[in-house]
């Protein structure tokens, strides 16, 4: 979908340069995926030692609580097409799925 907001490039600036974030959805879930991934690594290398035991758990129980992030964000996106779908296009019933859902993230 051309029109969608959610292919609405977001611009941050950062100093003279420019950060574009234009698939906003996907964003989202790589960034989700790389602090699941930091969380437990981070609370596997505590668990060397046992003085960071406790702290290790505390990551593992953090990650896991961020792996029940990722299909909230596919959720969103999937309410968020739909919304946009039924909005944008009359011609469709809205309650029809929306075709563009080859990229589930």
């Not at 340069?17 to 995926?33: G, T």
């Amino acid at each position: 979908m051309k029109n969608a907001p959610d292919s609405t490039p977001m611009v941050i600036h950062v100093g003279r340069e420019e950060l574009v974030i234009r698939r906003r959805y996907e964003v989202a879930s790589i960034a989700n995926d790389a602090l699941v991934a930091l969380w437990f690594v981070t609370g596997s290398i505590m668990f060397f030692s046992e003085e960071w035991t406790t702290a290790g758990t505390w990551c593992f129980l953090i990650g896991s609580i961020e792996l029940l992030i990722r299909p909230a964000i596919r959720l969103s996106r999937h309410l968020h097409l739909q919304r946009v779908h039924s909005r944008t296009l009359w011609s469709r019933s809205p309650a029809a799925p929306p075709t563009d859902g080859s990229q589930d993230y």
